[in-house]
């Protein structure tokens, strides 16, 4: 019985997110997230505050194709102890970026949160991100949040509860009409439709260390990502799959208007093609069930399973 279930799961085609879904959601969640501040700002009341909480969280799990635990347990000191430029700047990573790649590191903050078995898991903020996180940790002791209570996006009235983020990022997807929205499915469209820049070996290690996985499972811990191929690379990368433009050619014309319409500076508008044509670097670097309590992650063994099984219990969304 187990081997037919295994078999059948192994049959099931799996249906991904069209590009013009995964633009229609990263162009509403900016809306939204931009109504909801500026909302807050006339009217700062305790469900304005909520709906920047929300907004804030599920765009982030969107822009990262992030796990949805990982970014919904951050903590405003992992914000607050955010890596900037400035930090990179030392390391020898950051002079193999380009002076595009630079420009664009410029425009995001990184964090680290504390993601599966205790690991250090990247996230990327955009500046309206930074914008929302900042104005949830600066006003969330005027709403009822516990100084207590470690989690960014806190519960009122509570020592250590926070929002869970299946429901959430479900009624905004609905809201904004887009379908196949799990984080699962997102990470996949992304892993997928990067296939289409011909990377290397090294190109997708990098992207599968932002997903916190690895083409080989052990690599996870020998290659690690570093802060400054974060935010000068990974960062463009995303930026292009919010505009559907990952998987073009890198002379077709619609990369220049994709990256014309995003939200960053106007000196590096003109540059398309950072993360295709990149350094490379020399550094060698997967999904936890839903929880929504502090209890320790337990471990479990490498064999690849684990993944499989946590996969499916981020797609039944908790």
Not at 198 to 207: H, R, W
Not at 283 to 312: A, C, L, V
Request: hydrophobic share 35%; aromatic share 6%; charged share 30%.
């Amino acid at each position: 019985m187990r081997t037919l279930i295994r078999q059948n799961r192994h049959n099931k085609l799996i249906a991904l997110p069209t590009s013009a879904d995964m633009v229609k959601f990263a162009e509403g969640l900016k809306l939204k997230l931009d109504a909801a501040i500026a909302e807050y700002v006339q009217d700062p009341s305790a469900s304005n505050y909520r709906a920047v909480q929300v907004t804030a969280m599920v765009r982030a799990i969107q822009f990262n194709r992030r796990r949805g635990q990982d970014v919904a347990s951050t903590t405003p000191m992992d914000v607050e102890t955010a890596q900037t430029t400035r930090e990179a700047m030392n390391t020898e990573s950051w002079s193999r970026l380009s002076e595009e790649e630079k420009e664009i590191a410029a425009q995001h903050k990184l964090i680290v949160v504390n993601g599966k078995r205790n690991r250090n898991n990247f996230m990327l903020l955009d500046l309206q991100l930074d914008q929302a996180f900042t104005l949830i940790i600066e006003k969330r002791g005027d709403h009822g949040v516990l100084e207590a209570n470690p989690h960014l996006f806190a519960l009122t009235d509570s020592r250590d509860a926070f929002l869970r983020h299946s429901p959430q990022l479900k009624r905004l997807a609905e809201e904004i009409g887009v379908t196949n929205d799990g984080t699962v499915q997102m990470r996949k469209y992304l892993a997928t439709t990067f296939q289409a820049t011909k990377p290397s070996e090294i190109d997708s290690d990098q992207l599968a260390c932002h997903f916190c996985h690895d083409l080989v499972t052990h690599r996870a811990y020998y290659r690690l990502q570093d802060p400054a191929t974060e935010l000068g690379k990974i960062s463009a990368t995303l930026h292009l799959a919010d505009r559907g433009a990952l998987h073009l050619p890198e002379d077709h014309p619609t990369l220049v208007k994709a990256f014309n319409a995003t939200d960053l500076d106007e000196k590096f508008q003109h540059k398309v093609d950072i993360y295709i044509q990149g350094t490379k670097s020399d550094e060698e670097g997967e999904e936890s069930p839903e929880e929504y309590s502090d209890e320790e992650n337990k471990d479990i063994e490498d064999t690849g399973e684990g993944d499989i099984e946590e996969d499916r219990e981020e797609e039944k969304g908790g």
